[in-house]
Nanobody, 121 residues
Framework: QVQLVESGGGLVQAGGSLRLSCAAS????????MGWYRQAPGKQRELVAG???????IYAASVKGRFTISRDNTWDTLYLQMNSLKPEDTAVYYC???????????????WGQGTQVTVSS
């Protein structure tokens, strides 16, 4: 099976920084893309940042210039460096990966369990 495990969330004051990590494990054949999503109470889950296997990145307009997505060379770990945090960044942050497993050629989405980020004003 495949697992994505996030870490690094917590409580921070406005203007502060946090770094989220997402560790991927299991019988993974290849990862096509990975991303960070977030969901605030009463709101839909939204894309925060994504990165493809080729290294291309995409960011939500609300975080561009403040957040940076990156990964290690083996795709074992995905990161989200979050600077200049604002109260409106408060949400549960989820790691996502579109990947193929060793036993299947189909590209499937996988999700982590989420990590809470709370930014106080």
């Amino acid at each position: 099976q495949v697992q994505l495990v996030e870490s690094g969330g917590g409580l921070v004051q406005a203007g502060g920084s946090l770094r989220l990590s997402c560790a991927a494990s299991g019988r993974i054949f290849s990862i096509k893309s990975m991303g960070w999503y977030r969901q605030a109470p009463g709101k839909q889950r939204e894309l925060v940042a994504g990165i493809t296997s080729g290294g291309s990145t995409i960011y939500a307009a609300s975080v561009k210039g403040r957040f940076t997505i990156s990964r290690d060379n083996t795709w074992d770990t995905l990161y989200l460096q979050m600077n200049s945090l604002k109260p409106e960044d408060t949400a549960v942050y989820y790691c996502n990966a579109d990947l193929t497993r060793v036993t299947s050629k189909a590209i499937e989405p996988y999700w982590g369990q989420g990590t809470q980020v709370t930014v106080s004003s």
